[in-house]
Each structure stands twice: as structure tokens, then as C-alpha cells.
């Protein structure tokens, strides 16, 4: 019983490249969500999912993509990566909207 | 825009002191507000939940209160110990469009000396 794991936990990009961010979970959670985290501030929400095949933005969500085609996988793409989008990436999970339970974080650099 | 704040932005206390830590918000309709502690490197493990009907919850040596009226909740954590030492982030759920959303403060770093 993993929870939810992070892939990769660390990645350097050059400006314009693309990658894509897996979170897995294995507690069948239907909520799921994609955070940054910056210094000096708190998470902010990129990207949720309330169910299999759902996605909705979330507070700060451009030059993101994501997709949830199955339940216990939620994808986060970055298209054309940017300095600005330096930062440690953290996926959370939930059963209900009261509960998060948050794997390990991806530190992503952008050059 | 809910904004949620916490004073001071970093914390020592030697082993064995109390700890209060502090949240505020800016609105007071919120569905509830949640404590987590950050490990270095690591994830955020949630530690108490407080609905908005509530107002404390308590953990063994953790106690946090809510008070919604003045948009404030306090983590204190009794007898600190160096394992203790950790980022505290508060977190409230202003629920909109029928689920939850949360809006993250950001932490307080503790550091508890032997």
C-alpha cells in the first residue's frame, strides 16, 4: 500500500521543453489535486478532480494541463516550461472534500 | 478572496516550552480549517481538522481552536520536542461550486532546541 507517490521527485527542464508529472494512488480516492509550492507562500491550487474523467482549474492554473482518464492516475503537463513555473510540485488525494492526503513533492528547476 | 495568514513566520523555543502558533482568515464562512505539519523535503500530514460547528479539536499534545467570528486559530502544542521541529500550516476550506477548496497560509517554521 504505496498511498500516493510522485513521478519523478526531481527534474530539470530548459525553458520551452514539456514534461508531464505523474501522482498515482492506491486508497481509491475520487478527489484529487495538483499544488505548487513557492517560498515564502503557502500551496496553491493548480489544477483538482472530483472523479475519473473530471478536471477543473483551480487558482493559479495557466500554463498547465491536466487529465484524469483513470481514477487512481491524475496528470499534470506542463506544454512550454518557464522559469516562473520553477517550484515543488505536491499531489494530494481525498475520499471526501475534508481530507488530503499529499505525496512527496516533485522539485521541478526551469533554466 | 479568502486570505489566510500566519504570524510569525518562524519560531525557536528550547525542548519543553509550549508552542502557539497562529492562523487568521479573512472570511469567516468557512466549512472548516485543518492543521498540517511539513517535514523538510516531505509532504504535508494533516494533524487536526476542525469543522466550522467545532471549536477545538485535540491530539495528545496538540490542541487547536477556532474561532470564526474573528477569523483566528491557534495550534498549541504542549511540552515541545525536538522532534517537534517542522514547517505548521494552517489550511481552510472555503467550499465553493459544491466541493472543497482549500486555502493554504504560509506555515510557520519551528524549531525546538534540546
Known amino acids: 500500500n504505496a498511498g500516493v507517490t510522485q513521478t519523478p521527485k526531481f527534474r530539470v527542464l530548459k525553458t520551452g521543453q514539456s514534461m508531464t508529472l505523474l501522482c498515482a494512488q492506491d486508497?481509491?480516492?475520487?478527489?484529487m489535486y495538483w499544488y505548487r509550492q513557492d517560498p515564502g507562500m503557502g500551496l496553491r491550487l493548480i489544477h483538482y478532480?472530483?472523479?475519473?474523467?473530471?478536471?477543473a482549474k483551480g487558482e493559479v492554473p495557466d500554463g498547465y494541463n491536466v487529465s484524469r482518464l483513470k481514477k487512481q492516475n491524475f496528470l499534470l503537463g506542463l506544454e512550454s516550461a518557464a522559469p516562473s513555473q520553477t517550484s515543488v510540485y505536491f499531489c494530494?488525494?481525498?475520499?471526501?472534500?475534508?481530507?488530503?492526503?499529499f505525496g512527496p513533492g516533485t522539485r521541478l528547476t526551469v533554466t | 478572496k479568502q486570505e489566510v495568514t500566519q504570524i510569525p513566520a518562524a519560531l525557536s523555543v528550547p525542548e519543553g516550552e509550549n508552542l502557539v502558533l497562529n492562523c487568521s482568515f479573512t472570511?469567516?464562512?468557512?466549512?472548516?480549517l485543518q492543521w498540517f505539519r511539513q517535514d523538510p523535503g516531505k509532504g504535508l500530514t494533516s494533524l487536526l481538522l476542525i469543522q466550522s460547528s467545532q471549536r477545538e479539536q485535540t491530539s495528545g499534545r496538540l490542541n487547536a481552536s477556532l474561532d470564526k467570528s474573528s477569523g483566528r486559530s491557534t495550534l498549541y502544542i504542549a511540552a515541545s520536542q525536538p522532534g517537534d521541529s517542522a514547517t505548521y500550516l494552517c489550511?481552510?476550506?472555503?467550499?465553493?461550486?459544491?466541493?472543497?477548496?482549500?486555502?493554504f497560509g504560509a506555515g510557520t517554521q519551528v524549531v525546538v532546541t534540546p
Open positions: 472570511d469567516s464562512a468557512i466549512y472548516n
Open positions: 486508497m481509491n480516492h475520487e478527489y
Open positions: 478532480s472530483v472523479g475519473e474523467g473530471t478536471t
Open positions: 494530494a488525494t481525498g475520499m471526501s472534500s475534508n481530507e488530503q492526503y
Open positions: 489550511a481552510v476550506d472555503v467550499k465553493t461550486d459544491s466541493w472543497g477548496k482549500f486555502q
